[in-house]
Structure formats: structure tokens, C-alpha cells
């Protein structure tokens, strides 16, 4: 594993006296992983995410980004390589086009007008939506305005991009375009932070997940080793991976034998089966 790019300790934080968000979590997250955070709405996530991106600051405990205490002094820093795409486009998109939206980031971080234009068409570009440019982005279709505010973080250069809940109100067309942004996004060295209702989605995409559960980090794990833990699953009110639950029936069937590692996509569930047959042959 990589080494740790930001590590929270000990975060606690409450919108009022009669509900902690946050009941003292840490957590390290590692340099160019996939970490998937799971757990039900008012578990935590967003509030926990808001705090590691600095747009809220922890009651109580500290964020480190780089071995580095962030405090006043380090705010600025933390908001440039710390970004968040929002469940929903339409919250974080402000300007009048395209152009000037994903321009807007790179323009208040005070670099030159050759770089912004830069920083710009190599955004669109990567999320291949530069045709466009000129549109006013609340007029784009629902994958299109995702598209635009990933590449308003993509501008950025941030080192770790936060989504919260990324494939609700996508298609399936436009969830298929948005992994293989992720996967581009992964090979090129960023740290995707995601959180999600969709188990299938975190079972196959994921490094490793970690489960929110009133305020607390109740697992923290491989795919495999946190979604078949089934009191984890019960606490947190979570559904085992379909192809999880089909693997551990041809096993209890005996058409598959329990030392195989099971399959996290439709791949490499094939796969299983060609290697089944040679090894019994």
C-alpha cells in the first residue's frame, strides 16, 4: 500500500447539541487508492468528507495532509489538493458556461491566464466534453453537468478527488462513462475517495471499504473481507454483492471449491469457471 496522503484523527463534529455527526473518527487514506465509503444516510459520509476538504473544521481532532497539521495556514493548501464532486452537478456548477466554470478554480489559485486556459482544455479534453465549452452548463443533460464537475476538480490538479454518491441520477449509459473516468483517473496516479449506496459498484471498483455507521467507522477492509462479514452487513443495514452471495452458493453446492478467491466482476467470474474446469480435468 501506498503511503498515507491524509490522515483524520480523532475527528468529532455536530451541527447542534443534540446530534454528533462525528463521534471521534481517524482515518488514513492512502496515496493513489480506490477507498470506498459505505453506509446509510446520516451515517456520517458527507460530514466526514467536508471536514477532510476543509469546508468544515472538526470540534475536536486534527487532519493531516501530507504529514502536515492542518491549521489557518494550511487551509488553502488542503482545498487545492482535497476536491469534492457533488452527488448533485446542479449544487456545485455557478457559472454561465463551461468555459467559465472550469475555469473558475484554476483562476482563484492566481495562476497566469496561459495556464488557466490550459489547466482548462486539458480538463475537458480528459473527460472528453471540450465540444462543450461554450454551453451554458445548466442546460446539459444530467451525465454531461457530472462530467463538468469532475473536470472543474480535474483543473484543480487535485491529488485526492472526494465523490459523494457519483452514479445517483445517472443512467446506465452514463455510469458506464463515469467508471471509466475513475479507472483513467486511478491509473494516472489519483486518490479516489467514494461514497455510495450501490454495493455492486464498490465491489468491483474498490481498493477497500471502510462502513460508516452512526457517526463511527464500524469496518475497515478489503471488498471481500468487509462485505461477507454479515454482522457488519446487519449493522450498517447493507446488502451482500449479488456475486458474492451466487459464489458462496455454487461453493456450498460444491460446483465451485471454497479455496478459490471469489470473483468481484462478471470477468472474472468466467474466469472462475475455465479455471474450475482445467483443475478438475
Known sequence: M?????????????????KKALKGVSLDIHEKERLFILGANGSGKSTFFL??????????????????LIDKSGIKELRKNVGIVFQDADN??????????????????????????????????????????????????????????????IAMDSKIIIFDEPTAFLDPKNVVIFEEALDKMS???????????DIEFAYRFADRIVVFCDGNIIADGSPIDVLDNEKVLKT????????????????????VTKDIVPPRNIEEFRDMFVSQAKSLS
Open 236 to 255: 450498517a443495514n447493507l446488502k451482500k454483492p449479488i456475486l458474492l452471495d451466487v459464489f458462496e452458493t455454487l461453493v456450498e453446492k460444491s460446483i
Open 2 to 18: 501506498d503511503d498515507v496522503i491524509l490522515k483524520a484523527e480523532n475527528i468529532h463534529y455536530s451541527y447542534d447539541s443534540d
Open 187 to 197: 491509473k494516472d496516479g489519483k486518490t479516489l475517495v467514494i461514497s455510495t449506496h
Open 92 to 153: 456545485q456548477i455557478i457559472a454561465s458556461s463551461v468555459r467559465a466554470e472550469v475555469s473558475f478554480g484554476p483562476m482563484n489559485l492566481g495562476l497566469s491566464r496561459e495556464e488557466v486556459k490550459k489547466r482548462v482544455d486539458d480538463a475537458l479534453n480528459y473527460m472528453n466534453i471540450h465540444h462543450l465549452i461554450d454551453r451554458p452548463p445548466h442546460y446539459l443533460s444530467g451525465g454531461e453537468k457530472k462530467r463538468v464537475s469532475i473536470a472543474d476538480i
Open 51 to 68: 471536514n477532510i476538504n476543509g469546508v468544515l473544521k472538526p470540534e475536536r481532532g486534527a487532519v493531516y495532509y501530507k504529514d502536515r
